[in-house]
């Protein structure tokens, strides 16, 4: 009997939907999504599953009635900020049987993502949700370019300036990351770093806790952005993987695999199996489909009973062990000659050999084997084409959102709105430009959507993964040459930058392979202080490369942690490399401005440690912070005492050079460091 779901996907990290939402997209013969969200699960839905966004409930009533199982896809939850309830309503009133999964919201997923409890004993044991004057606990989403007002607003219903309060960027999405302050120092804070996108704000006391509790921001993969072009549905453990090191994970399928017709061809070639003396699979592919071929001639794997099997790759032998087989050689070597060469030891002559494979494809291996004596039947069984909207896909990945006219949400809320998914917004007019409301918006990732949503004549099965030993066939040449360039130029790209940034990052000793930065939300711009990675009792050095020599400075742990460790954790990550050094008298020298105007810096202050003296040539200590937060880098080197008494205000002392004072002495305004390393003894 046909049934309508209606899944909610949480709030767009892949990891973070339900079960229930997975076995619904498993078993679905119809796909709808609201607004291109759920594209991480599509990869679950069966091989000839109708996959589409959601246009009409007009639709989905018509394809229930015809006998299909329909699921439809909702961000978050489809009973809250959406219109699940609406299409459920149509749904009984039309008599089609429907049933409703629910998932996690982005009000409750983003905070705990980013290290903020929303309830604590003794602290705060109520939550409310948008423009509410009660809670110990308040979250609510802002539009971009309405952060200021929705602070405002809260500041207005009685929340005081120094409420802890932080902004998660990207909330729920393995790229999220969060910026914390005073709630009336937020949004300047916010301005400083010249953020900007739709955001989930949260002030409790659960605030105070996230820099200690955020393990999200301290994975290595966090902040950046990575694209995955293999199909959909073999994806997932690569994605898994790059998800749970904190990368955000585009996804855009440049093949996919379809399935020839078994005729003639290759029912006389199963059934010439038990005349087959070595059967070859260059795939999972290959193995997955000659094995439903198998299947549909009323065969199994004991077909293979008299062949040996060859399988090229380790993930080709997992295949073939998942349908109860092992095989007797598997390589490595994804080439003709290199298959060729593995098989020197093995009596060729007058064998059957059998190859299923791609329609089109390389024709070395059938003469390498030809030519030893053996009689080599190539079995095309799939044909390698190139996704319909793999190129639009390609397009909005680069910039833009892909959007569609907004179905699946609740209606916008109104400033006299409270309680659950009130929001922070203008007037009723230009409300979709503006207004981030209770419902997401199209191609909305903060609310579980992806980035990419799929055009509405897309409706095609899930795709498969293309073997990568085999060649596509001449489809749409201007498009295949597109892609081809596309993927080149990828390809060029990552491995040049990836070559780069290893030729000038500095060497980075064993003892500190574990000191990350925290979040980077623009060049030489952190959400917070560095996390704490070096210990008082280690002995630290730190050699800076000037364009007069190198200087050796001794640091002091053991006097100012706080300040070395911040100095190592941006000297290994090389934030120092290329900067000029700004500020250079008879006495001192100043540098690690990155804006080189004095107001530069990583965006926090350090606090104050206890100091060395005298302050005499050598010291090495951190800027005081006047102006703002720009005494995270900025440090000086004195060239020669420090004049009249000394300091009377108290500098952070971390360091005193123990060689090259004559190369700081001739340092002046127009030198550069060319690199920090940093030993351990």
Not at 344 to 356: A, Y
Not at 418 to 434: C, E, L, Y
Not at 627 to 635: A, E, I, L
Request: proline content about 8%.
């Amino acid at each position: 009997m046909s049934r309508v779901r209606l899944v909610g996907v949480g709030p767009g990290h892949p990891g973070l939907a339900t079960v229930q939402a997975v076995e619904a997209v498993k078993e679905a013969d119809v796909i709808r999504n609201c607004d291109g969200c759920g594209t991480g699960l599509l990869h679950f839905a069966p091989a000839n599953a109708d996959i589409a966004p959601l246009e009409t409930v007009e639709e989905v009533i018509r394809l229930a009635r015809s006998g299909r199982n329909v699921t439809v896809l909702f961000p978050g939850n489809p009973y809250a900020f959406s219109s699940g309830s609406e299409i459920a309503d149509r749904l009984e009133r039309a008599g089609v049987d429907f049933e409703a999964a629910p998932g996690l919201i982005v009000e409750l997923a983003a905070p705990v993502m980013s290290g903020i409890p929303l309830t604590i004993e003794g602290m705060s044991a109520s939550i409310g949700f948008g423009l509410v004057t009660g809670g110990e606990t308040v979250v609510l989403r802002l539009a971009s370019g309405w952060w200021e007002s929705g602070i405002t607003a809260l500041l207005q219903y009685g929340r005081t300036p120094e409420t802890p309060a932080a902004l998660i960027l990207n909330p729920g999405m393995p790229g999220q990351h969060r910026v914390t302050a005073p709630l009336g120092e937020l949004a300047r804070k916010a301005a400083t770093y010249g953020l900007r996108g739709d955001a989930l704000l949260v002030l409790g006391p659960g605030v105070s806790m996230s820099e200690r509790l955020d393990t999200l921001s301290r994975r290595p993969l966090h902040s950046r952005r990575i694209l995955i072009t293999r199909a959909r549905h073999q994806v997932d453990p690569f994605r898994r993987e790059l998800v749970d090191l904190g990368a955000a994970v585009v996804e855009i399928p440049t093949l996919e695999i379809r399935r020839l017709p078994t005729d003639d061809r290759i029912r006389s070639a199963i059934n010439n199996l038990s005349r087959t003396a070595l059967v070859i699979f260059a795939s999972a592919n290959a193995v997955d489909i000659f094995f439903q071929m198998l299947l549909t001639t009323g065969l199994d794997a004991r077909a293979f009973h008299n062949s040996k099997l060859c399988a090229i790759g380790q993930e080709t032998a997992d295949a073939l062990a998942g349908h109860g087989l092992r095989p007797e050689l598997v390589t490595s070597e994804y080439t003709a000659e290199g298959l060729a060469n593995a098989l020197e030891g093995w009596e060729m002559q007058g064998m059957r050999v059998l190859v299923p494979r791609a329609e089109v494809a390389r024709d070395a291996l059938p003469s390498l084997l030809a030519n030893r004596g053996a009689e080599v039947e190539i079995l095309p069984v799939y044909r390698a084409v190139c996704p319909q909207d793999a190129g639009p896909a390609a397009r909005v990945s680069g910039g833009s959102v892909a959007r569609h006219p907004g179905r699946c949400g609740d209606r916008l809320h109104g400033p006299g709105d409270r309680g659950h998914g009130a929001q922070a917004r203008p007037g009723r007019r230009d409300r979709r430009a503006r207004v981030h409301d209770a419902r997401p918006g199209p191609g909305d990732r903060r609310s579980g959507c992806a980035e990419v949503s799929q055009p509405r004549s897309s409706r095609r099965a899930a795709p498969v993964v293309p073997d990568e030993l085999e060649a596509p066939p001449p489809w749409g040449r201007q498009a295949w040459l597109a892609l081809l360039v596309m993927g080149v130029l990828i390809a060029a790209v990552a491995a040049s930058g990836f070559l780069i940034k290893h030729a000038i990052e500095p060497l980075v000793p064993r003892a500190l392979a574990n000191c990350a930065t925290s979040t980077q939300i623009a060049p030489h711009e952190f959400v917070g202080p560095q996390p704490m990675c070096i210990t008082a009792t280690q002995k630290l050095q730190a050699t800076m490369t000037t364009t007069q020599g190198d200087i050796v400075i001794q640091l002091h742990p053991e006097v100012a942690p706080v300040t070395v460790n911040n100095f190592v954790v941006l000297a290994t990550h090389g934030y120092y490399t290329g900067l000029t050094f700004r500020k250079a008298e008879d006495w001192v020298v100043q540098g690690g401005d990155p804006r080189g105007d004095g107001r530069g810096g990583p965006g926090y202050t350090l606090p104050e440690e206890p100091t060395i003296t005298p302050w005499d040539a050598g010291a090495v200590g951190m800027a005081r912070a006047p102006g703002g937060p720009v005494n995270g880098s900025q440090f000086f080197i004195e060239k020669a005492a420090w004049p009249g008494s000394g300091p009377t205000s108290v500098y952070n002392r971390f360091g005193t050079v123990t060689s090259g004072i004559d190369k700081v002495q001739a340092l002046s305004g127009s030198d550069t460091i060319t690199s920090i390393t940093i030993q351990v003894s």
